[in-house]
């Protein structure tokens, strides 16, 4: 097909700005596996799920049959202010890299959380808003989801309480002024105003908190407090729903150029960017309609996919959320310390896993100093920073168009570029220092995340 | 004119980047005064300029007659990468503070560099490329010029060395890191491998340094390296031509739509953004084909436009470089160190002095506290965090919609929104804190720094 001149970037106009999100799980054969009850190992109903979370986002996690599913105006409204967002054709980086490849991206980075958690953290608070709450609480670990719900709570006002892994807290005290600026109140995890946080402070006196005990408190506190539910911004089905705007602008882009993408890259931690970014391409692939490559990228430090087990496992290292059926390398697992480049859930999202697990999608691990490496080049000639776990799909982008270079292949390569990396700078100076260093968890390293597995009826 | 309805955000396409800089001079009848020879006070001519700054730079420096310049294909594909930045309506805010007005808002805050710095960096690194040099010098001082040097010296494979004020570059590890990503070399001011810096650190041991200071030093490494030159960030007419993208790409973006803006406003420092923001308007307010209201907004810390004198002044500390004809403090006013919020050059582009003293526009000088309001008020609404710098703008933009409010005037205002905040959360911190407070010089404090303005013939 002959192609129209193609921009640097694509800008899609207000009106096309999606006005239903698309439900990828309607399309699959074989569903993502339901929620369970940690206690009875059943799954949750409705009810259940709405002790933790709000009415209508329960509804959606549940409904794996609507295809597509409206967005309210107050949320268009929203994400008018920074949507649609660009498609870019990276002109600059397939030059630098002299490819024959096409690179496009989507870049998600064009508003003050710095990535693409906004998309869902604005429709959360909307439908707590909706449903007459006072506030919402989370935990944010490096803090763009944070970021994005203190900007959505302040939007709505609505009550926002964001528990941040204290080393996060003590160590990006900018992120946490950012929330507070959009009027947050951020408590460093783990913390004494909960439980479960004195708890785990009295076991470990010294800790420096991690993502799942900061979920932990979170949940404590929404289902302690009347008025309060809990928000999450990854992992959850309802969140690759709310992200799937990520995808279907980018294919309303592409489309309006007549170019179909070979290859689609994303970066993997708990999927919220990748479960969004290929939401209607996979979708044609389930139908059969369309044949692309999928790739999900992830930290080799942190594995999920590639070396993980799929299976029912906690989202929280608390054990006090439902079970999910993922690939996991066990709630107990933590990145080693020297691991800066963010995407350190230890689960992945049931919907990808079941996608990754029937063999729809491919799944890479890569080192850190490579990643940065490839964000480094990216900044020098595409002129945007981009946050570490962004840096993973660029470097699985570039290295796919240097196969082309090679083979003389001109593949269409679409990758999503999620954030910025503003927050980022003591990562990116120890890369700059050449004092970074790779991680690798042995065998041994993973069977001791594996050992905290669930004993989940009919599960190894 | 009966309005179409006007989309939250207006993008211009590609090919609406502007081809040409408007050169407000050309239309001014009272043109800016000649740089001068600190030693002689005669005019400085191309050749002696040619020593400091790049050949094509000079020329454009130069020139108070040619209205439109082209802009070369090479910058325009630079800029395409950024550009062009979009016109917000700012639905929000107006809904926020009830006001009749309509305000709108030139984001230029789209880039790594966080600012409108870009849109000159980028041009300055191409001549200086373009005259076959190996690398420009700088200074810094937040570090957003610098910022955006570094970017566009990395885009065109040209050394790039910055001095930046030693507090910041102690205070604002993150920013040093960005323009080493992006491979500049980055040294903190006042240094020992200047003459002037060691000459500097003998006489004050312990000094933080200061962006006058740093400006000797970079001039100093420019003018003694075979292949380098200086280059500046603001102040200059080169700089406010480069700028006038802004001003053309709002101007055509509010043509499309019928509007008129009766308001302009715009933060001034140097002048870069305000310049470029108004130009366009400002050349059919000279011309007399019609009329606008400008209103240049100044920190009351250092209020060069409403307490400064219109005289000759060094545009540094260490009286190296030319004298300019502005408004000023004199070079030896520094603001007070509480002062967080940028905008704190003792001078004023010589450009919109003039404009400024024959009446053309009007200014404002806002407290530090009032424009942390501003900026926290417009981000909970907007979404996007300000810097500093263009909270200044806000502030005033705010009081002329709340005077809208009183009077029930339905004005059409336009700010330029010149940055984001990413960089500056320290600042924030202290406002969110509660302990920021406010500075205003005494007239005895002002009197020591016209005490330094220099001995030019003619001049009071």
């Known amino acids: 097909m002959s192609e129209k001149k193609i921009p640097y970037k694509i800008y899609l106009s207000e009106n096309e700005i999606p006005e239903k999100w698309y439900n990828l799980r309607a399309d699959m054969k074989n569903k993502p596996a339901p929620l369970l009850d940690p206690g009875t190992c059943k799954p949750l109903n409705a009810e259940q799920l709405g002790v933790v979370f709000c009415e209508e986002l329960v509804a959606q996690e549940l409904d794996d049959t609507t295809p597509y599913i409206e ?270 480049g963010g995407l350190r859930f230890h689960g992945m999202s049931s919907t990808l896993s079941q996608l990754y697990h029937d063999g729809f999608m491919e799944a890479r691990a890569v080192e850190q100093t490579s990643v940065f490496a490839a964000a480094e080049q990216f900044a020098r000639v595409e002129g945007i920073l981009p946050a570490p776990e962004s840096s993973h799909a660029i470097r699985v982008a570039i290295d796919e168009a240097l196969k082309c270079k090679e083979t003389g292949e001109e593949k269409t390569i679409l990758f999503g570029l999620t954030g910025t990396g503003y927050f980022d700078m003591v990562a990116y100076e120890k890369y700059n220092d050449g004092v970074m260093s790779d991680y690798i968890p042995t065998d041994e390293d993973l069977e001791v995340g594996f050992r905290g597995l669930p004993a989940v009826p009919g599960q190894d």
Not at 98 to 109: D, H
Not at 216 to 241: C, I, K
Not at 274 to 303: H, T
Request: net charge positive; hydrophobic share 35%; with cysteine.
């Open 71 to 340: 967005i309210p105006e107050e949320i268009r409204d929203f994400y008018k202010m920074y949507r649609p967002s660009p498609l870019v054709r990276a002109y600059c980086l397939e030059k630098a890299l002299g490819t024959p490849a096409k690179i496009y991206y989507k870049f998600e980075g064009n508003n003050t959380s710095g990535s693409h958690k906004l998309n869902s953290a604005i429709a959360q608070a909307y439908y707590a808003k909706k449903q007459g709450l006072k506030g919402v609480t989370t935990e944010t670990g490096a803090g763009q989801w944070g970021t994005a719900l203190s900007m959505a709570c302040a939007y709505f006002g609505l009550d926002c309480k964001v528990f941040m892994v204290k080393v996060s807290y003590e160590q990006k005290p900018f992120r946490r002024e950012v929330m507070r600026t959009y009027g947050a109140d951020v408590t460093p995890s783990p913390s004494t105003t909960t439980s479960i946080g004195r708890k785990i402070l009295e076991a470990h006196p010294g800790t420096t908190g991690s993502l799942g005990c900061a979920i932990s408190e979170a949940v404590e506190v929404a289902t302690s407090n009347p008025g309060y539910r809990y928000v999450l911004g990854s992992v959850l089905n309802q969140v690759l729903l709310h992200q799937s705007v990520i995808g279907l602008e980018a294919k309303t882009a592409l489309d309006k150029y007549g170019v179909k993408p070979d290859v689609i890259i994303g970066c993997a931690g708990g999927g919220s960017n990748l479960g969004g970014l290929i939401a209607p391409f996979m979708g044609e692939k389930l139908r059969g309609e369309k044949d692309y490559q999928f790739i999900a990228v992830e930290p080799a430090s942190c594995p999920s996919f590639t070396r993980g087990k799929f299976a029912y496992d906690f989202c929280d290292t608390g054990m006090i959320c439902p079970l999910a059926k993922m690939y996991t390398l066990g709630s107990g697992f933590i990145p080693s310390a020297n691991h800066a």
